[in-house]
T-cell receptor, first 115, second 119 residues
Framework: AQKITQTQPGMFVQEKEAVTLDCTYD???????LFWYKQPSSGEMIFLIY??????QNATEGRYSLNFQKARKSANLVISASQLGDSAMYFC????????????FGTGTRLKVLA | EAQVTQNPRYLITVTGKKLTVTCSQN?????MSWYRQDPGLGLRQIYY???????DKGDVPEGYKVSRKEKRNFPLILESPSPNQTSLYFC??????????????????FGPGTRLTVL
């Protein structure tokens, strides 16, 4: 069965440092998409970055990059130069592609950026 | 402004009293979806719709109904709510393929959430 695992319930990082949030996934589908979302304390869900299973290069969006290791089934989010505004809950998600558009989310990692 | 709206934002109700949470998007998206968020469980997909009159179950559909009679609207219906449906509910929408206005189908837009309490 498809599954997303985020093993870090909470993390701290010093402002201006880089941080990696872990995400591993399990699927038998050769075609899938991986996503990261941010949920600040205000509650809204914000799309950050996407990686397709056939993409040759790791996705990047500004300070966010996705470290995609297909053989290890991992899709870690790297945030460079952390800012106080990065303090939030971060969710990893996967979308199946076998003719359906089901999404599966991980349990999230709460990141706290320290001044 | 491109957005997904949900109403109500907060609702306290009692067991067994039917309720509907509305969701509407103004981006002409084909795909719409409902999620519930519970502490320690992340988001779980309840139902999704690929287009008008096309709906399918997510991982936790029990106790919920949906309909997609118009492209912009995707209401979530709880026919007989129970306390275990107390949760934070999110509606989301996206394109089904390609991109529009610089936004790809890979980006889901979420509504602000509806906090439901069932007593």
């Amino acid at each position: 069965a498809q599954k997303i695992t985020q093993t870090q319930p909470g993390m701290f990082v010093q402002e201006k440092e880089a941080v990696t949030l872990d995400c591993t996934y399990d699927t038998s589908d050769p075609s899938y998409g991986l996503f990261w979302y941010k949920q600040p304390s205000s509650g809204e869900m914000i799309f950050l970055i996407y990686q397709g299973s056939y993409d040759q290069q790791n996705a990047t969006e500004g300070r966010y990059s996705l470290n995609f290791q297909k053989a290890r089934k991992s899709a870690n989010l790297v945030i460079s130069a952390s800012q106080l505004g990065d303090s939030a809950m971060y969710f990893c998600a996967m979308r199946e592609s076998r003719g359906t558009y089901k999404y599966i989310f991980g349990t999230g990692t709460r990141l706290k950026v320290l001044a | 402004e491109a957005q997904v709206t949900q109403n109500p934002r907060y609702l306290i109700t009692v067991t067994g009293k039917k309720l509907t949470v509305t969701c509407s998007q103004n981006m002409n998206h084909e795909y719409m979806s409902w999620y519930r968020q519970d502490p320690g469980l992340g988001l779980r997909q309840i139902y999704y719709s690929m287009n008008v009159e096309v709906t399918d179950k997510g991982d936790v559909p029990e106790g919920y109904k949906v309909s997609r009679k118009e492209k912009r609207n995707f209401p979530l219906i709880l026919e007989s709510p129970s306390p275990n449906q107390t949760s934070l509910y999110f509606c989301a929408s996206s394109l089904i393929w390609g991109s529009s206005g610089g936004v790809s189908y890979n980006e889901q837009f979420f509504g602000p959430g509806t906090r439901l309490t069932v007593l």
